[in-house]
């Protein structure tokens, strides 16, 4: 897998607010799934910076991170299996639906994100409820 990089500089505190409300608007929606790549177009983060910070909500449980493995074939692409882990499929041959026969390599393997369903429902929990105040002092 290659992450990519870029010139654009941005503070860790500010990829962390950003990611966080992404996540959190996507947790509040319908959607179940989402690429990295889609957060980092809609927060405007650079990729790796913002996958390090996506694997520290693996850590924490808001995210599962998952593996889809993908059809080498440029004439169909197509995602042939998504596994939990890397470990017990690579180096391992898979035959995809188009008949081609497919050896598992990190090339062909793209991440993916999964909201934790709990905190799916922790979101929606709280969006109903005012807002609490914190006061320090
Ligand atoms: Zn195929």
């Known amino acids: ?3 990519g990089g870029g010139g654009l ?3 860790k505190w500010e990829i962390k607010e950003k990611i966080d409300d992404a996540v959190r608007v996507i947790a509040y929606s319908a959607v179940k799934y989402f690429y990295p790549t889609a957060i980092t177009k809609a927060t405007n983060t650079p990729l790796p910076d913002a996958f390090e910070y996506l694997l520290t909500l693996v850590q924490s449980g808001v995210l599962s991170i ?3 493995i993908r059809c080498p074939n440029l004439d169909c692409l197509q995602t042939i299996k998504t596994v939990d882990s890397l ?3 690579i180096e391992e041959y898979m035959e995809c639906d188009c008949g081609k026969e497919v050896l598992l ?3 062909i393997v793209f991440p ?4 934790n369903p709990d905190y799916k429902e922790y979101v929606k929990k709280n969006k109903s409820k005012k807002k609490k105040k914190i006061t320090f002092y």
């Open 112 to 115: 993916i994100f999964e909201i």
């Open 87 to 89: 470990d017990e499929v």
């Open 66 to 68: 998952k593996w889809e």
């Open 105 to 107: 390599t990190r090339d």
């Open 1 to 3: 897998m290659h992450l």
């Open 9 to 11: 500089m941005v503070a």
